[in-house]
């Protein structure tokens, strides 16, 4: 596991850096993308407990190293705001590569409960990200990061509330409209696309999970027999 994770870094370092020469950035991205990385490897080292990756776990790691490039490059968003073309290119592959790590687990039967849950979290985490963008390159209003918190605040809401703590079954809703929302994203971020689009599509993202949302925090309160709070 340190050794993909090692390499995953050294990935990371090559390409943050080839950028930020390539197109002048300011060094702030590479130690921001790193720091972001580091996070990330401390939580999969402390999900892992030592265990290897599998090969869908090293798709996602390599996912995960493009969602932190994004991060770092958040610094020099004012430098790439005239021509997101390389943010857009990494978040549409970003995007795209999200199917593949489970197509890998299926193929290869190598399908954990860890590496599931590692999925899972980037998904939400570049939802955040790309929400991020929107409101940098001034395509969203603040409001656009209200799609990339709104599990963030589902999770925080279980802590206190004894009907939001209960597993969710597995949903193709739930699936379909993630996917979409990171499509729509990516899709938002399409250069020249004028910000008036962008907003117009971002809006009917956030309705499209809200209603999702809505809906998995009704579902839950009616099956919870004790309709409470948690002391």
């Known amino acids: ?30 130690p921001l993308a ?33 969602v932190m490039l994004l991060v770092g490059l958040l610094a020099a968003a004012g430098d790439l705001a005239a021509d997101p073309s390389v943010v857009f290119a990494l978040a549409l592959v970003a995007v795209l590569l999200d199917g593949v790590d489970g197509l890998v687990a299926r193929r290869l039967d190598c399908a954990t409960e860890a590496g599931g849950r590692f999925d899972m979290e980037l998904d939400a985490f570049l939802l955040l990200v790309l929400c991020l963008w929107l409101l940098l390159l001034e395509r969203a209003g603040a409001w656009v990061l209200l799609i990339g918190l709104w599990r963030y605040a589902f999770v925080a809401a279980g802590w206190g509330v004894a009907a939001l703590k209960r597993p969710l079954p597995p949903s193709q809703r739930r699936r379909v409209i993630c996917g979409v929302q990171g499509l729509g994203l990516a899709g938002c971020l399409i250069p020249g696309l004028p910000a008036l689009w962008s907003s117009l599509i971002a809006a009917g993202l956030l309705i499209l999970v809200s209603y999702s949302f809505v809906t998995d925090i009704a579902a839950s309160w009616r099956a919870d027999p004790s309709r409470g709070v948690s002391p």
């Not at 090692?6 to 590479?30: N, Y």
């Not at 720091?35 to 995960?64: H, N, Q, S």
């Open 34 to 66: 790193l720091f972001a990385y580091l996070g990330m490897a401390m939580l999969i080292a402390i999900a892992r407990y030592g265990r290897p990756l599998t090969p869908a776990d090293r798709v996602t790691l390599g996912r995960g190293v493009l």
């Open 1 to 30: 596991m340190l050794a993909d994770l090692l390499i995953g870094a050294i990935l990371l370092v090559a390409a943050a850096a080839a950028l930020q020469q390539t197109l002048e950035l300011t060094p702030v991205v590479l």
